[in-house]
């Protein structure tokens, strides 16, 4: 309950970070994916797929330049390269998506703080509010 939003003006605060991080989210995949088909494709825009060159170099205990281990070996490394793309995505995002969490909960805090005093004749009610501010930031920062 304490880190809910309280009011239509929290919400709209908390809805522009979560936006904001679907944005990030949608930029690295774009840019995951490109990589991806870059790396992935290496080898055929370079010609030298005809040497039986990989998208990384690598060692392996079997003669790779032979077919079909050269095309197993190809798609095995394409689909490294997309579990290392996604992983890494992932990763990155869901830290953006932390670090714009804890955010707006200090923009909830903000806004808040901000209307502690609503009533000027209700000194128990800001004490109380007050202390709930208090208490907010401190989870915020556990």
Same mark, same amino acid.
């Given at each position: ?25 949608? #930029?690295?995949?774009?840019? @995951? ?10 080898? =055929? !825009?370079?010609?030298? /797929? *005809? ?39 992932? #990763?990155?995002?869901?830290? @953006? ?10 923009? =909830? !805090?903000?806004?808040? /703080? *901000? ?28």
């Amino acid at each position: 309950d304490l880190f809910q939003p309280r009011n239509a003006h929290q919400r709209k605060l908390i809805q522009s970070n979560l936006t904001a991080w679907k944005l990030f989210f949608w #930029i690295f995949l774009f840019f @995951a994916t490109g990589s991806v088909f870059f790396w992935s494709s290496y080898p =055929i !825009l370079d010609k030298t /797929v *005809k040497d039986y060159r990989l998208p990384f170099f690598a060692w392996y205990p079997y003669n790779f330049k032979i077919s079909p281990q050269y095309e197993l070996t190809y798609f095995y490394q394409v689909v490294a390269i997309i579990y290392v793309a996604t992983v890494n995505n992932n #990763i990155d995002t869901l830290i @953006a998506a932390l670090n714009m969490y804890i955010g707006a909960q200090f923009d =909830i !805090l903000c806004d808040d /703080v *901000k209307n502690l005093q609503d009533d000027e004749n209700d000194s128990e009610g800001f004490n109380t509010r007050l202390k709930s501010c208090i208490h907010h930031h401190r989870e915020i920062l556990k």
